[in-house]
């Protein structure tokens, strides 16, 4: 009898040793940073320390939905240069305050059609070149998921491309006034749909730069939902 409860014992631990390696997926995005995956909550924790692999993260988002996918950052870690794509169709992200951007040239397309509700505002972007459709799509106005980004303090000292920045994006308000972006002109098509189809868009404050490449504060109230346009 005692040995049959012995057996019964080896068996239910490798049950529980099965059933944890199915649930919990333990990879290596980085150099001392890690990611687990949890199947049953859909949830990827980062954990460690060091810079991400763009290749790896890459990687470990193949194959998942990533709209029902939720991110947890629980430890300082560093992003790569390149952010192209990062957090496109995440359903949401926690622990951005651990996160450091300061390396990072590149945030083309890093919350495309994400509708995570983030405080970005602690975000490093001064080495940024290329903020391409960053936005793109954010938000979801059918499930009242409404994207509101506040980058107003952002360094765009080196910005060159913004275009499509906030293209779709379900915000009633963006404050741009403090931008300081004297590279943009560089870009061909720098305002192009940078606030295209935004369908709440009612007030926006922005730093212009004229044909002299002078800087002019303006005020601009974009009614979109009327499709009329006031300035002030």
Known sequence: MKRLNWIKKIGLGILLVLSTSLVYAQTNIGAGVVANYDTGSKTITVSGSGQIDKALWDQLKTGKDMAEVSIVFTSQVSLPADCSNFFENVKSIKGLENVDTSTVTRMAWMFKESNAQVDLSGFKTGNVTSFKGMFFGAGDGKKNVVISPDVSNWDMSNA?????????????????????APRIQEHDDWFNNVFGGMPNLEELEILFLDKNKQNVRANNIFQTKKMGVRQS
């Open 160 to 180: 060159v491309d913004i275009t499509s920045m906030f293209e779709w994006v379900e915000a009633s308000k963006l404050d741009l006034s403090k931008w300081n």
